[in-house]
């Protein structure tokens, strides 16, 4: 399943209809408007445009090399302006569409044999790990010592609104709001304990048992929450530094902005695992975020190894996990809740179990795939296989051989241009297997891999500085330390701006009306242009009508008629390339 590609400067009309299943058997919920729309912007450019015309502004997010957006309520004559604005990759609305993904015994721990982790002193701690979800109940005995901080994104926080409740109702539970971030539906917590609840005498235990717990509540006391709360909530735990995402969310489709979202967190580390949704059975359906290939898809499993009826299958699938019947935490006690939902936290832990030595994530999600054990399901069933976390932390899994290889040495730059970086560097050597392949990474997360010696970096920002580094892999799995790091700086953007070759106007009067008709030919060097507009205006330079045409290549022609009843003074036209240089000519009238 891939995201779909937002064509510049479209408004999307609405997202695809049908969210990610709330209940056991997968029971769709409606997107539902906010009314509100999300307007992106290229990397680089001002936001202002979009602040300024917008009524209110919810969320403001800035994704790095992936673009900038601002989320609010906007008027409709002020998207239909930052439609045209050459900055803008996108508008979206911004739906409430994601829901959480399931309800689900601990069975799963021992099934993954994280008692074992327990029984070797291994707790994760020292790792954090964010619970995206309805909140988390802070005060219940499993989790009260794990349990951090946390932060409301969701349009209703706890305490807020009459929803809440569980299981994934919208009647009011009797968890009381310490906080904004707690959890007034059961949810979260129940997805807090799986992952990380305390190994004490009461209760149940979870796969990690000393990690720092961080509510991040992007879903309201429904189970529902706006793409712009998802995205906040990504982006928050990237800032943050956390190590582990865990998200038991889902929609049917993508978003720019979720894209982006998650892109930025890669690159600022996050691991991010998510509930590949309660959709089944069917084929090719994970949800969203889990679909997108910085996250680790999940899906779920009964207490046999088969796959849960209602789990979500396709080729995102990364990791199974135990999903049908789990006994976790609740605000109001202990509950046992089954679905993709409770899969995603099992991960989670095992993960910040895997990380709580600092281990990074690009390294940490590999483990997690070498160890996964093969239970005999069809791939976009298991993906890699059913979670072992014993082996994950203990490093099992694959070939009898754990010596990494040596680092790749004199890592140089032998050239860049606006847009790329070329890398090369000497070869690594290994005792054991041989070397595989070479991971490159950008600003700490890997960006592609490379057989030979040397690679090209692609897609990055003109002007702006990098830092890389290469590893060595061999044949078994095992990753060699870094080689030194090099920083480069991509040169200043070389694109020109496109010129206009023909600009003609002639008018004529029908009734009350004034038409200008424009013939214009216009041409940019670089072979990326991207529109044309003309626009009629009056004497104080009031636009009083226009016409944009979508243009491609090195040249095109065409012809434009703006009309009026109002007196105008001049046509003004624009032409504008993909990198947002333009030119601008006009003509009396």
Request: contains cysteine; glycine residues 12%; hydrophobic residues 35%.
């Amino acid at each position: 399943m891939t995201d779909t590609n937002v064509s510049r400067r479209r408004v999307l009309q609405g997202i695809a209809a049908g969210a990610a299943a709330t209940g056991v058997a997968g029971q769709a919920a409606a997107d539902e408007s906010t009314g509100d729309h999300i307007v992106g912007f290229t990397a680089g450019a001002s936001t202002a445009a979009a602040k300024r015309k917008a009524s209110s502004v919810e969320h403001e997010f800035d994704f790095g090399r992936h673009g900038k957006a601002v989320a609010g309520t906007f008027p409709d004559e002020a998207l239909a302006a930052l439609e045209n604005n050459p900055n803008v990759e996108y508008v979206e609305e911004d739906r409430v569409k994601y829901h959480a993904s399931a309800q689900t015994l601990p069975w799963g721990v021992d099934r993954v044999d994280a008692d074992v982790l327990h029984g070797n002193g291994d707790t994760g701690s020292g790792a954090d790990i964010a619970i995206l979800d309805t909140g988390i109940d802070d005060d219940h005995p499993d989790l009260q010592a794990n349990v951090q901080g946390g932060k409301c994104f969701a349009t209703d926080c706890c305490g807020e609104a009459s929803g809440g409740g569980g299981p994934f109702g919208c009647s009011t539970n009797s968890n009381t709001c310490n906080h904004a971030w707690s959890d007034d539906n059961d949810h979260g917590t129940h997805c807090a304990g799986i992952a990380d609840a305390v190994n004490n005498t009461e209760g149940v235990v979870g796969v990690s048992t000393e990690a720092n717990l961080w509510a991040g509540k992007v879903l309201d006391g429904c189970g529902s929450g706006s793409l712009s709360a998802i995205a906040s909530g990504i982006e928050w735990a990237a800032d943050q530094g956390f190590d582990v995402a865990s998200m038991s969310l889902g929609a049917s489709s993508g978003d720019s902005t979720l894209k982006n979202a998650v892109q930025y967190a890669q690159d600022k580390g996050l691991l991010m695992v998510a509930a590949a949704g309660n959709d089944g059975p069917c084929t090719d359906c994970v949800g969203y975020p889990a679909a997108y290939s910085e996250v680790i898809a999940v899906s779920s499993t009964a207490s046999d190894d088969s796959l849960s009826d209602f789990s979500s299958t396709g080729s995102e699938v990364e990791l199974a996990a135990p999903g049908t019947d789990v006994y976790s935490t609740v605000p109001s006690g202990y509950d046992t809740f089954s679905g993709t939902s409770m899969a995603t936290p099992h991960v989670s832990g095992a993960a910040g179990q895997v990380m709580a030595d600092g281990t990074d994530a690009a390294t940490a999600r590999q483990t997690l795939q070498d160890t996964a054990e093969d239970i005999g399901l069809a791939s976009n069933e298991q993906g890699y296989g059913l979670l072992d976390a014993e082996a994950a932390v203990g490093g099992g899994g694959g070939s009898d051989d754990t010596t990494a290889p040596t680092a790749p040495s004199n890592l140089s730059s032998p050239g860049h241009t606006d847009s790329s970086v070329d890398l090369d560097w000497d070869a690594s050597s290994d005792s054991g297997t041989g070397v595989d392949h070479y991971n490159i990474y950008v600003d700490g997360s890997k960006d592609s891999e490379s057989t030979d010696t040397t690679a090209t970096v692609s897609g990055l920002a003109a002007a702006t500085t990098y830092d890389f580094y290469v590893t060595a892999v061999d044949g078994a799995g095992n990753e060699s330390s870094a080689s030194g790091t090099i920083s480069v700086t991509t040169d200043e953007s070389t694109s020109s701006a496109p010129a206009i070759d023909s600009f003609s106007v002639s008018t004529r009067t029908t009734g009350p009306w004034t038409r200008a008709t424009s013939d214009w030919a216009v041409s940019d060097a670089d072979g990326d242009l991207s529109s044309v507009t003309t626009e009629l205006l009056d004497s104080s330079g009031t636009v009083l009508d226009s016409t944009t045409t979508s243009v491609s290549g090195s040249s095109a022609s065409g012809s434009h008629e703006d009309k009026t009843k109002s007196t105008a003074s001049s046509v003004r036209l624009t032409v504008t390339d993909a990198a947002g240089n333009s030119a601008s000519s006009s003509q009396s009238i």
